[in-house]
DNA sequence: GGGATCTTTCAGAAATTCCTGAAAGATCGA
DNA sequence: TCGATCTTTCAGGAATTTCTGAAAGATCCC
């Protein structure tokens, strides 16, 4: 089976260098991108000797972003009893991984952004000018969406995958 | 009105140096978002002068910024009669703004990474061991999601804002 | 043609992000 | 307590991204 074991390192190899590279895309680094698509198509959890063996990367950099990782929800740290080693394991589930990355990008992407707009709407809100009152108008209405936009995604990211998937079917019809 | 004006000039440049801040977190640079964000709120259309000015920031910078705002949709060239200088104008729609941003993003984001799992699951297909089938078996997982995930925002996108809003309502009753 | 004005390009500098390797810190068993 | 094993941190170096400033390329009018 060494012919049919090839063909699956081979193409297990290219989606971690892929992802990796697409990683960079997505505002993550590639390490992290990388270490993540090694993990989802693990058949076993591994160590951080396994990923830094397996990427040719160094320790620091093998901790810092598994440790990222945990931290995202995308990996869980698995003791194995007589082992004294972390071992770690990916979160395979697609529906799960998506609103772990919505949330994590709400997080980062919309809040800021929320904020920002309602600083700026309360600061300009009484400001009597033709342009005061155009430039408090564009801050509401971007805060308005935006705000929109992140009740959207808490609603969709709270949601069970079989009700989203319903919801979605309605969508098309 | 100095009195009101400096409140103005005040709340729109923080807008702007925050919205530039924030940028770095979308994956676009800060000038670009800098850009977008004084436009946003510019009363008139502006010239690279008057951008280079306003940011204290190179011509070569403003200029190639500048374009590539015009590139994504999210600026449009303005010219006036009797002067040869191109202007700048943004789009202020916030619904046309995001519905570029959406079409931007599945360019860069999600069409990559379909080709990916495509290409991986294609090549994963007939493994005939149970490590190769788990493998098979993720990537389809995460084609048909992301598949999913791209049909879905491209049927926002081309959703005028009423009808979205509609829809958006049902979603919360 | 030739000068004036505006746009475009791009090599090298500056800034930022990421990674390495080594040292220090924990935890455990003997 | 001590050595072995594993985890964590971080200063400095490497890689990547972004910006500047200047030169070259358009376009127009005289």
Redesign the interface.
Known sequence: ?SE??D??K???D??VA??GA?GT???INRTMAQIHALL??A?QPMTTDDVMENLEISRGNAHTNLKELVAWGLLRVVVKKGERREFFEAE?D??QI?TIVARERKR??IE??MA?LS??AE??RE??????K??YD??R??E??VG??S??SD?ISSMKYGPAVQ??AK??S
Chains 1, 2 share one sequence.
């Open positions: 089976m049919e074991d063909k699956l081979h193409a297990r290219e989606f892929q992802w697409l895309q997505w505002g989802m198509t058949p395979k697609v529906w998506f980062r992407e800021p952004a920002i600083k700026c600061e300009s400001i009597d000018t033709p342009e005061g155009a430039f564009q801050m209405q971007l308005d969406f929109f936009a009740k959207m609603r919801l979605a969508f098309f």
